[in-house]
């Protein structure tokens, strides 16, 4: 690889990004290293945009000016409230990303020498010019300057600086607007020495590899990356993209993959990086800074679930380690609870209520409390200087960023939380005061616009972006996604700018010729930059075909993939070593005599459809955390109609009281119940439950209950015994907590078990060995009583009506005498079928079979490891059995 000729110390050199300035230091100081030096003057690298600071700050000084730098957030806060306070305000539905945008066009209007005053022809133009006019009128009435428009000021003063300045060199840049250029000359004009040093040019070989998909792409770039790694231990290698904002996770994951295997086995150790990459994430996306941002927002009124949620899990907070499984138990409670928001009030409330006492997460709630009550006394009123002081306080008092020692990226993401917090307090220069939600919308908009790269250790192995690769060598380089599609890439002309105006300027990202002109240029550099370039490209992107891009044409086409010139990886050789021993493994053990197991039907259920599901859920307690969505689900729904009847029987006790009471009693009676099931369900889900969604449900629950009254209208006399009881047996020497929907009494003293069913009600799988739903026959078989019938009452919108076996035929609507077995028979066939279920369950009986559609909706899958032990079977047949088309295990 080839670097510049060695520094001066007097001269600077100016490269477009901080990255490249660190990366020519890096090789500064290998030059000197290699030529025996111990130790060297370090000379000035130094980014386009602190040297241009440094200027400023510098003729400032010498001039006695006073003039202020705006930050780049104080840029964005003074062009949001320009937009926000402009007529056109009303016409925009984001005012924040427009100002954003505008600001932009500012910018590349100063850098390319684009006035102001151009011919405006559309609204957005006119728009632009009215707040680049607001703003700059701004500028000058508090003596501002911003990033732009300091050039202008150095050129203005550049002959302050003669004889100040050593010689400048600039590298790196892959092109210059008309303002640097207008500097560059300034520069000159003074007598101030500058250059423009080209790198050597290095004979490359070129090569380019087509891959099925992106997956693919990147994964051979990775092996390739690290069979030159191992032999060649020294070499400089180079990742680019021009897609690497978009594939950056997947790159990420790739690299880690192929390059530390061995943390897949054993994440905490610690591996020296062989690559690093240079474009950063949203801050947001660091774990330390949702925290932080989460628990500010707990000053709001309402809370979600899934901000609760991550704080309760997080590790940045007081006694997070301590708490650990108490938070967790919390978090499962809030889930069950089936709400969106919490209000702190309701959080309390489910502490208080829902947590044992010795399992309560007691330091988390109080935490709150104290912040509570903190935020309460401070509920006014502050500008943001005084805002960001209190968020800090607040921040301490959680403990944040928490007691565990914190790794080298914790640590800088802290620091770049106190420089936010720093820019936040002084964005507002005429400190005027805010509450609460204006000024952490404000810190959550800086913060979602800020990207961030901790500093890493100088890599063999660097990643990078197009915009980031100008001026770097390598001794070897791959650049993927040279598709067509991305690359040259698509013109982007600013909307605020007229096209022409962005085309006379010479503007690269205006038209297709410059983009391509550009591409070109930028794909020449990178093919000189290293002796060895591999230029790779899709062949297919889902379900679209995609062809290389026409700056790939004339150089020869790799055809062996890279993924079998490497070495197998550590996990690989681990597994190919083991001595593998295969057994059948499905009886768990027994039930002993103190083991308590305590279940209702659903364990006879889960034994019946799938006896592993039975034991990971009722022996090894394994279940999945709950997910709620907005409103009700099937679930809830059900409750409230369980509900609504529960209180609807209680009222009418009996079939005489039905059949005398009026239409307009009647009416009256069920609109009483269902306010009282409706209210009593608010409790828990009070914003679920808000005005217009409490009328929904009371019009459908009123429907619901006048049609199935028709229905038990047209019965035989009977009195309700029980509505939603619950009783405890003993079966087969287990005990099972049963809740009996309703017991009826015929006039002639036996008895009908009813089970509500809001969904589907299927009395047929009774007859199996393999019973879907066992609470009924469970709860007929255990009984003293005599049973007369047992039947689904299904109040499924278009198959309401009772379904299930009677022993006479005018018991039940529609539910007749089986003339082939009787009910008495059939219970001798449930209880048979029933104990064998128990008897199973209680030997360890624990086998991976399920039955037809038991699968569908189990979340124990990666538990039972159904796909493993499938895995002969193709996806079509493995489809097939998920979907429960057949019964066979």
């Not at 111990?38 to 003039?67: A, M």
């Not at 005053?117 to 609204?123: C, G, I």
């Not at 890279?562 to 550590?570: I, K």
């Not at 022996?619 to 209180?647: C, E, V």
Request: net charge negative.
């Amino acid at each position: 690889m080839s670097e510049p000729n060695a520094h001066s110390i007097a001269l600077t050199t100016i490269t477009p990004t901080r990255r490249l300035s660190r990366y020519l230091r890096y090789a500064y100081a290998n030059q000197q290293l290699a030529a025996g030096n111990q130790v060297w003057q370090i000379p000035d690298f130094l980014p386009w945009n602190i040297w241009c600071r440094r200027l400023f700050e510098q003729i400032q000084l010498l001039n006695g000016d006073n003039h202020l730098l705006l930050s780049e957030a104080q840029q964005q806060w003074h062009w949001q409230t320009i937009v926000r306070n402009s007529h056109y305000a009303n016409q925009l539905l984001q005012p924040a990303s427009t100002a954003k945008q505008a600001m932009q066009a500012y910018k590349e209007c100063r850098q390319w020498d684009i006035a102001i005053s151009f011919a405006a022809t559309t609204e957005d133009a006119r728009a632009f010019q009215h707040w680049a006019n607001t703003y700059e009128t701004l500028k000058q009435d508090n003596r501002w300057f911003d990033d732009v428009t300091l050039v202008d000021y150095i050129i203005e003063h550049i002959e302050l600086l003669q004889g100040k300045l050593p010689a400048i060199s600039v590298t790196g840049f892959d092109f210059y607007t008309r303002q640097q250029q207008r500097l560059f000359k300034a520069l000159e004009a003074n007598g101030i020495a500058i250059s423009f040093p080209e790198y050597q040019q290095t004979p490359a070989k070129v090569s380019v590899f087509s891959a099925t998909d992106t997956r693919d792409e990147i994964v051979n770039a990775a092996c390739w990356a690290r069979k030159l790694l191992l032999d060649s231990p020294d070499a400089k290698i180079g990742i680019i993209s021009p897609r690497l904002q978009d594939n950056r996770t997947r790159i990420v994951n790739t690299f880690n993959t192929v390059f530390t295997p061995e943390k897949i086995l054993a994440p905490a150790i610690s591996c020296s990086p062989s690559w690093s990459i240079t474009l950063g994430k949203p801050l947001l996306s660091y774990p330390l800074i949702d925290t932080a941002m989460n628990l500010l927002a707990l000053g709001r009124r309402k809370l979600s679930r899934d901000l609760l949620s991550q704080l309760l899990h997080s590790c940045y907070i007081k006694d997070a380690g301590i708490e650990m499984s108490a938070r967790a138990r919390f978090d499962n409670i809030l889930r069950n609870a089936g709400e969106q928001q919490f209000s702190l009030d309701n959080l309390y409330w489910f502490a208080e209520h829902r947590c044992e006492p010795d399992q309560c997460c007691n330091s988390f709630i109080q935490l709150i409390k104290n912040f509570q009550i903190s935020f309460l006394s401070h509920a006014r009123k502050h500008t943001l200087r005084q805002w960001a002081i209190l968020f800090s306080d607040w921040l301490a008092d959680f403990g944040w960023p928490g007691e565990r020692k914190l790794d080298s990226v914790e640590h800088q993401t802290v620091s770049k939380w106190q420089e936010i917090l720093g820019e936040f307090s002084r964005l507002d220069m005429a400190n005027r005061q805010y509450d609460f939600s204006a000024a952490l919308r404000q810190l959550q908009q800086i913060i979602a616009e800020t990207t961030f790269q901790p500093e890493t250790p100088e890599t063999p192995i660097e990643i990078a972006g197009m915009a980031g690769s100008a001026g770097m060598q390598f001794d070897y380089l791959w650049v993927l996604d040279m598709q067509d599609e991305y690359w040259p890439p698509a013109p982007v002309p600013n909307a605020f700018i007229p096209k022409s105006c962005q085309r006379d300027a010479g503007m690269p990202t205006a038209t297709a010729e410059s983009q391509l002109d550009y591409a070109q240029q930028l794909t020449q550099g990178l093919i000189h930059s290293a002796k060895e370039v591999v230029m790779s490209y899709a062949t297919q992107q889902g379900d679209k075909q995609c062809r290389p891009s026409p700056l790939l044409a004339g150089y020869a086409t790799i055809i062996t993939p890279f993924t079998q010139q490497v070495p197998d990886a550590p996990i690989d050789v681990i597994h190919a070593s083991a001595a593998l021993e295969e057994f059948t493994d499905i009886v768990g053990p027994a039930i002993e005599q103190q083991e308590d197991i305590v279940g209702g039907s659903a364990l006879l259920k889960d034994q019946s459809l799938c006896p592993f599901s039975a034991f990971a859920k009722h022996r090894l307690h394994a279940m999945t955390l709950a997910s709620t969505d907005i409103g009700l689900d099937a679930a809830d729904r059900g409750i409230l109609a369980h509900r609504s009847l529960q209180y609807l029987w209680q009222r009418l006790t009996d079939y005489e009281t039905l059949r005398y009471r009026s239409e307009n009693e009647l009416d009256k009676l069920i609109s009483s119940v269902v306010q009282e099931a409706i209210k009593q369900q608010a409790i828990h889900q009070p914003d679920t439950f808000a005005n217009k969604f409490t009328d929904l449900e009371q019009k459908r629950l009123t429907k619901l209950l006048r049609q199935w009254l028709a229905i038990e209208a047209e019965r035989s006399p009977f009195k309700v015994l029980a509505t939603e009881e619950w009783q405890t047996i003993d079966f087969q020497g287990m005990q099972f907590h049963l809740r009996i929907d309703r017991i009826d009494e015929l006039a002639d003293g036996r008895c009908v078990v009813i089970d509500y069913k809001t969904g589907i009600a299927n009395k047929n799988d009774w007859d199996t060995d393999h019973p879907g739903d066992p609470q009924l026959p469970l709860y007929a078989v255990t009984q003293d009583k005599t049973i007369a019938a047992v039947a689904f009452a299904s109040l499924k919108p278009g198959k309401q009506g009772f379904y299930g076996q009677a022993d006479a035929d005018h018991i039940l609507p529609e539910v007749y005498e089986d003339e082939d077995l009787s009910l008495s028979q059939r219970m001798v066939d449930w209880e048979t079928v029933l104990q064998r279920l128990a008897n199973d369950f209680k030997s360890g009986q624990a086998s991976v079979e399920p039955l037809q559609s038991a699968c569908r909706y189990c979340d124990l899958k990666p538990l039972c490891r159904i796909y493993e032990r499938l895995e002969v079977i193709n996806d079509a047949n493995f489809d097939t059995y998920i979907d429960g088309v057949t019964s066979e295990p």
